[in-house]
């Protein structure tokens, strides 16, 4: 049985935030490979098949669009998935050094998870933060900022002892057509359009 055999309402309410035509369906691609990438750490070729099947696309282009993108992975995460940002501006305010110090501690590399299956490591291009440099990003799920050695050892730490630190800095919101800002991990923030107040106009 396919992942998304029985949760059509999922893929509905999915549908629905695009217009009901062929493009538009084709436009749940990334919600859909977030949600399946949310589940099992990351997207399985029979996966792809199954998503191509759901917007009426091929897996090749499913695929296609992912290697656009560092947040997808075809290969297993670790329970923590960590992201370090690796280009010139992080690089030069020590993201090499960050990402060193990732490998060194947790003995594994790219594309490899660690004994236990905890950990998993990636380097990925710019997340946004390049005043908080270096920084990386665990599961998708918000920002650590300024992360010197120390900092890293005592995130590990806590991440070892099966506690997720509380990120400093959640994930970039978009915002969907009912004016209602949805985290990449499809949380919705704040209030929608339709409930906020019209500003008043001082005389």
């Known amino acids: 049985m396919g ?3 029985d949760k059509q309402a999922l893929v509905s ?3 629905n935030r695009y217009p009901a035509t062929p493009q538009g369906k084709r436009s749940a691609l ?3 490979l977030r949600e399946v990438q949310n589940h099992f750490g990351y997207v399985s070729d029979g996966h792809m098949h199954e998503i191509a099947a759901l917007i009426g696309s091929t897996a090749t282009e499913v695929r296609s669009v992912m290697s656009f993108y560092s947040t997808y992975s075809t290969v297993p995460t670790g329970t923590y998935h960590l992201q370090v940002c690796s280009t010139l501006m992080c690089s030069l305010a020590g993201a090499d050094e960050l990402w060193d110090e990732l490998v060194t501690q947790l003995d594994v590399q790219p594309g490899e998870v660690s004994a236990g299956g905890r950990f998993s490591v990636q380097k990925v291009e710019c997340l946004g933060s390049c005043g908080t440099a270096p920084m990386m990003q665990v599961n998708d799920l918000g920002y650590y900022e300024n992360v010197t050695r120390r900092k890293c050892h005592d995130l590990l730490a806590m991440m070892k002892n099966g506690i997720m630190p509380t ?5 970039p919101a ?3 057509p009912d004016g209602r800002q949805v985290t990449a991990t499809g949380d919705a ?4 359009g339709q409930n906020l107040h019209p500003l008043e106009v001082q005389p």
């Open 167 to 171: 990120p400093e800095n959640p994930v």
């Open 13 to 15: 309410d999915i549908f």
């Open 3 to 5: 992942y998304f055999e």
């Open 189 to 192: 923030m704040g209030n929608s």
């Open 174 to 176: 978009t915002v969907r």
């Open 30 to 32: 990334m919600p859909l």
